[in-house]
């Protein structure tokens, strides 16, 4: 059960105060070892924070020695009530250098309220002055941390930051999702109209389209996630980059297969082949807009490509 920090003793105040400033020094580390490789920066901001951070720790840790003796309570926030929880620094998503910004906000303005609630309520004079030295220099941290904020950032950090943003999306979500929707548009056009012009069945068709969606969704998931763990490249998780290219790769097949569900063939064939051109065209254009290919020239590659492979599917079909 959860105490009420009123009923905490003075050794125990102590005890958590030394943990918190460990905690936040622990997620500061975290934040600037996440943001050093592309926010070097930023980084550096939170690595001094961290020290600071470090150097409070020490000075509870001598006083609590001093007056309490060397075994210092195992109390945590989540021991006493009235604390905010904190997502863990370490998740599934990618946090973007705003996010941290925000967090780092919100940890400091919470460690201020909690050092100057301390110290209200101690009597020990060599406790109240630490505790409030430490509420006041709180309070410049989160004047510091609110310098952090996306709104007050520089105009060249915030474009530094933005140049550095746009390339790990690149690199972690537009590169694994163009190359899986270039795998499920291209790769299944062969054996989906190979399968339509050989059996003329619609239902027959799609259900080959389905089966080559779903196979290659699955073979370019696994492909992309054991490539490389991304710590190296710098091409984010292995797990997210391979859900990214899977999926795609399979929205890329389905998207053809699916007017086979229309029982009439010609008309089947003439739609799925629509949405074969709107499909390249949109490969064309993440290619322009992503990775600075011309458009008219990642056009005609993307087309020369997908329309061999289509006349492929065609000729072998109706042999």
Known sequence: MKRRFKDLSSAEVLALAISLEEEDARIYQEYARVLRPSFPELASRLDDMRLEEDGHRHRLIELFERKFGKEIPLIQRTDVRGFVQRPSAYSFRALSPQEIRKRVDLMEAETERFYARAGRQITDADLRQLLGDLAEEERRHEALAAELAPERQPETEREAEHTAGRRLFVLQ??????????????????????????????????????AASVGAGISMGFAEA??????????GRPLLRGLVCGGMTFLGGIGHALPYLID???????????????????????????MDTPFLAAMFQVVIGGFLVFLTGILIGSS
């Not at 054996?191 to 339509?196: E, I, K, V, Y």
């Not at 054991?226 to 091409?235: I, Y």
């Not at 064939?269 to 254009?285: D, K, P, R």
């Open 173 to 210: 979500v537009v590169q694994p999702g163009l190359a899986g929707l270039m795998d499920g548009s291209v790769s299944t056009l062969a054996p989906l109209f190979a399968a339509a012009f050989a059996t003329r069945h619609t239902w027959e068709t799609f259900l080959v389209g389905l």
């Open 226 to 235: 054991l490539s490389d763990d991304g710590s190296l490249s710098g091409r």
């Open 264 to 290: 009439n063939f010609w008309w089947a064939t003439g739609l799925a082949t629509s949405v074969v051109c709107g499909e390249l065209v949109s490969i064309a254009w993440v290619r322009n807009r992503y």
